[in-house]
């Protein structure tokens, strides 16, 4: 499996979900009531708490992409070298 990078939009996001769905487990139990009045304002809020971490985090981490070099294509300097 490639590795990749530490995503914190996405982990933001996961967890504004997460505990959106716990609320509304909560309301259905009987345990919480929550209101559309109160379950969309904290969904966005949420969201845009996950868009601003995106944003720290590019430009924290920059653009670390590095351009091929060139006339590097597939197949060239392969495993097998092929």
Do not use: E, K
Not at 38 to 60: C, F, Y
Request: aromatic share 4%; hydrophobic share 50%.
């Amino acid at each position: 499996m490639r590795r990749h990078g530490f995503d914190l939009a996405a982990l933001l996001t996961g967890l504004v979900l997460l505990a959106l769905a716990a609320a509304f487990l909560l309301d259905a139990s009987g345990a919480w009531r929550i209101t559309g009045q109160r379950s969309v304002p904290l969904a966005a809020g949420g969201l845009a708490l996950a868009a601003i971490g995106a944003l720290v985090s590019r430009a924290v981490r920059g653009r670390r992409s590095v351009p091929p070099a060139p006339g590097a294509g597939p197949g060239d300097g392969g495993v097998d070298g092929q």
